[in-house]
T-cell receptor, first 110, second 114 residues
Framework: RKEVEQDPGPFNVPEGATVAFNCTYS??????FFWYRQDCRKEPKLLMS???SGNEDGRFTAQLNRASQYISLLIRDSKLSDSATYLC???????????FGTGTRLKVLA | EAGVTQFPSHSVIEKGQTVTLRCDPI?????LYWYRRVMGKEIKFLLH????????ESGMPNNRFLAERTGGTYSTLKVQPAELEDSGVYFC????????????FGPGTRLTVT
């Protein structure tokens, strides 16, 4: 079983739609969680950290469910510019190592 | 503030040749990481420097890979001799000090071994 698992998609949604991605992680001791965004042939860029209490940044909401060991990312009012691959990243406990999911591809259609 | 920079952006070499990738982290970042994405796979950790010291090199594939960070500033990753399976995108990243804090990635070096 992979340490971090994501549905690779693609998710094709119309502009203005709400879309949600989930990611599961296997190490219950994990403490740090992130969503990164990666555009085609570019570097991953931090979208948001994920906190236990959940956090929101504009149209983006991230949540953590420790009991079920998953994190989620909700994007409201999708824009064409949201089209990208969204990477779920978990820090391996006791290390500085990031464990990446394979990414979920999102395509927002006009 | 300048981000993480990497050189070259692309490299095409033949099997058996040597390639050296360079990374300049964000100024003041003690932590420097190398990651790699092989086609169709997830991004995977290679190694971690704190200043000039290797903290964790558990992700290095084999002894054909050598990373250095002399003086604790920029880092190089040498592949010698390169094999076909080394093709992929090599990302460098850096962060300030604490585990779990924000890590900033460079644009990557796309390596193709033919």
């Amino acid at each position: 079983r992979k340490e971090v698992e994501q549905d690779p998609g693609p998710f094709n949604v119309p502009e203005g739609a709400t879309v949600a991605f989930n990611c599961t992680y296997s190490n219950s001791a994990s403490q740090s969680f992130f969503w990164y965004r990666q555009d085609c042939r570019k570097e991953p860029k931090l979208l948001m950290s994920v906190y236990s209490s959940g956090n929101e940044d504009g149209r983006f909401t991230a949540q953590l469910n420790r009991a079920s060991q998953y994190i989620s990312l909700l994007i409201r009012d999708s824009k064409l510019s949201d089209s990208a691959t969204y990477l779920c990243v978990v820090n391996r406990p006791g290390t500085y190592k990031y464990i990446f999911g394979t990414g979920t591809r999102l395509k927002v259609l006009a | 503030e300048a981000g993480v920079t990497q050189f070259p952006s692309h490299s095409v070499i033949e099997k058996g040749q040597t390639v050296t990738l360079r990374c300049d982290p964000i100024s003041g970042h003690d932590n420097l990481y190398w990651y790699r994405r092989v086609m169709g796979k997830e991004i995977k950790f290679l190694l971690h420097f704190v200043k000039e010291s290797k903290q964790d090199e558990s992700g290095m594939p084999n002894n054909r890979f050598l990373a250095e960070r002399t003086g604790g500033t920029y880092s190089t990753l040498k592949v010698q001799p390169a094999e076909l399976e080394d093709s992929g995108v090599y990302f460098c990243a850096s962060s300030l000090g604490l585990a779990g804090e924000k890590v900033y990635f460079g644009p990557g070096t796309r390596l193709t071994v033919t």
